[in-house]
């Protein structure tokens, strides 16, 4: 079979695309080199060259769902209805859980490894230490969207009632975050009441 020679822009987007699916189905530290070579179908020399190493390969990985979480989350708020805080607030803690890694040692009874890898899988990460780093990436990313965006909106509409609006909404993500992994099965309605409790949200309009 003759040799596929593809742009170095769209084989690097090819082994993080390979990679992050292979991340999702068994976890980052069960998927070699090897593993990956053979999804793309090419050398294990040449996702070494353009990996150049696995943690590298990994923050590539990572730094792709971040962006990924960044850019559903701009959707998101242009998709909101103006005055619809209840369905904006709903619609967010939905996004939220799509966008969460797993930790491997956290699902190894109730995963299901026969299901399809989605368009956009969220690994599955085994370490404590990268879990932290991913998440407070996630925070930093999702925090600059509403400071972009959201936060204005509201703010022309309502007053804000909370003070140190950036360190709220720092806490309350960290802490949506936590309940989400100790209690993963926590009804989303009582997320977003926890959401509301702590950003002290004006009632709902959106008739107005």
Known sequence: ????VKAPEVRRDEIVA??????????????????????VGVTRGLVYHYAGSMSGLVDQVLAACVTDFARDLRAW???RVTGDIDGAI?????????????RA???ATDRDDSAPASARPV????????????????????VRVLEESTIPAYAARHD??????????ELMLHGLIGVLRNRPDIGD???ADLVRQTLRLAPNDPAA
């Not at 079979?1 to 596929?4: Q, V």
């Open 160 to 169: 804000i009632a909370i003070d140190h609006v950036r360190e709220t909404f």
């Open 1 to 4: 079979m003759a040799r596929i």
């Open 189 to 191: 309605d009582v997320l």
């Open 105 to 107: 040692t956290d699902t």
């Open 18 to 39: 390979a990679a992050r699916e292979l991340f999702a189905l068994q976890g980052i530290n069960a998927t070699t080199f090897q593993d990956i070579a053979d999804r």
């Open 90 to 102: 709903t619609a967010y803690v939905r996004l939220l859980r799509d966008h969460l890694p797993n």
């Open 77 to 79: 708020d242009a998709q």
């Open 123 to 142: 690994p599955r990460i085994d370490d404590a230490g990268l879990y932290v780093r991913y998440i407070d990436a996630s925070v930093e990313a999702v």
